[in-house]
């Protein structure tokens, strides 16, 4: 019956054709050739590209599809260290662009790992120890490309990270952890309806090596993989839009912040970009350390992490409408100090939050879709940025400020749905 169901459910999402009746012979032209499954083909293939490695993770599992993703990513470091032409060196471009998620499939992992009233506190914690590799990376990698070879020593030495990473992966203990993606799809908010796969299917995915379940042959990764993305979309359009329409509000409010910063600092009160590359990493390094300050503002809100959300962005709103209007430095070193804190929490709060809504057991989907749309917001924001310094060096601060507002809007009439403490939901150990 749920597989059943879920057929319905995809052919009224128009993402399948409906089963035929018992003895009925399928339609000339109503099969693959009919324009309605060739859209349904087109739009599953972009989801498909869109949230390949979140949805990937879930299927297979976390090891593997990190081993792959740390492997070719260290072959596109290798092809790079040892390119001798400008082609080889857009073509070891390509793995590292399309296999380098390694921090979303981590954060997916630490979601299975950890109960839900820990999970943002973790995730903060490892947000943290990333913000720091990107602060000391850069520093390294130019220290190391002014010397002789420095950029092939750099892509080696990045191979070789890469190496040492998929033998920590593979020397993991991964028979002590209990992955959840496997046990259950994505979920429709607290009904806790679930649209993925019942006990037969999760047997098959465990036995999915050649083995089979009741006579039942295993189902193709492939085909777990389109069924999980059309769920997604169903959960996406049904439960979480204004979920991920407040992650792309809020994502590009604060790309416009830093769009022009140099270039407004300079115009707005004459500062030389060396002193404001000083502002900027000054900035990154309290970013870095926001992830230590979620433990006590979570128990001060008791896990609720809607309403940390809904107030980190009210303060997001009002740091940038103050940016904006700043007449001295002191008050852009200000705005700059609290908005590190305010965008590192928010961050954090956004993707526990997608979590919490669209159920933990489809959590590589969850925070591929999040990635993706942050991805959709670095596309609109130069854009926006760039019509908006036209008018003003205050523009795409000011334009930020009207977007978070926007946000605030979108939160604060979702808030009866998802503003509860969430202690009903939390994930035992």
């Not at 993706?372 to 334009?399: D, K």
Request: aromatic share 8%; proline share 4%; hydrophobic share 45%.
């Amino acid at each position: 019956m749920e597989l059943g169901r879920r057929r319905d459910l995809g052919s009224a999402l128009g993402l399948a054709p409906a089963p035929a009746k018992p003895g009925q012979e399928p339609r000339p032209g109503a099969g693959a050739g009919a324009p309605g499954a060739v859209r349904a083909r087109r739009f599953v293939l972009c989801l498909y590209l869109v949230g390949f490695l979140g949805c990937w993770s879930d299927v297979v599992g976390r090891r593997s599809s990190l081993l792959a993703c740390i492997l070719l990513s260290a072959l596109g470091y290798l092809i790079l260290g040892a390119s001798t032409s400008v082609f080889l060196f857009a073509l070891a471009r390509v793995p590292v662009g399309i296999f380098k998620h390694t921090l979303s499939i981590s954060r997916a992992l630490l979601s299975d790992l950890v109960a839900e009233k820990e999970r943002p506190l973790v995730i903060g914690r490892f947000n943290t120890a990333s913000s720091v590799g990107f602060i000391l990376g850069p520093m390294v990698g130019g220290y190391l490309t002014e010397l002789d070879g420095g950029f092939y020593l750099t892509a080696f030495i990045c191979f070789s990270v890469f190496i040492l990473n998929a033998g920590l992966v593979w020397l993991f203990p991964w028979s002590e952890v209990k992955l959840n993606s496997t046990k259950n799809g994505l979920r429709l908010g607290k009904s806790h309806a679930l649209l993925g796969k019942t006990d037969c299917e999760v047997q098959e995915a465990a036995t999915r090596h050649g083995t089979t379940v009741s006579g039942k042959p295993a189902r193709l990764p492939w085909m777990e993989v389109v069924s999980t993305l059309r769920d997604m979309k169903s959960l996406i359009v049904s439960e979480m839009w204004d979920i991920f329409l407040v992650r792309l509000l809020m994502g590009v409010a604060v790309m416009l912040y830093y769009s022009n910063f140099v270039l407004a600092l300079e115009e707005r009160f004459g500062v030389r970009p060396k002193t404001t590359g000083y502002l900027i990493s000054y900035s990154s390094a309290l970013g870095a350390l926001a992830g230590f300050t979620l433990g006590p503002i979570l128990r001060l809100y008791k896990h609720n992490s809607h309403a940390v959300l809904l107030h980190s962005s009210v303060l997001t709103f009002t740091l940038l409408l103050l940016y904006s209007t700043a007449h001295t430095m002191g008050i852009v070193v200000f705005s700059s100090t609290l908005l590190s804190f305010s965008t590192a929490i928010g961050r954090t709060c956004i993707t526990d939050l997608q979590l919490t809504v669209g159920g933990a057991q489809a959590s590589g989907t969850l925070i591929g879709m999040g990635q993706s749309v942050t991805a959709v917001g670095r596309v609109i924001a130069p854009l926006l940025s760039g019509v908006a310094q036209e008018v003003s060096p205050c523009g795409p601060p000011s334009l930020g400020a009207a977007l978070a507002l926007m946000a605030i809007i979108v939160m604060s009439v979702s808030r009866p749905r998802c503003g509860g403490d969430g202690s009903d939901k939390l994930k035992s150990e």
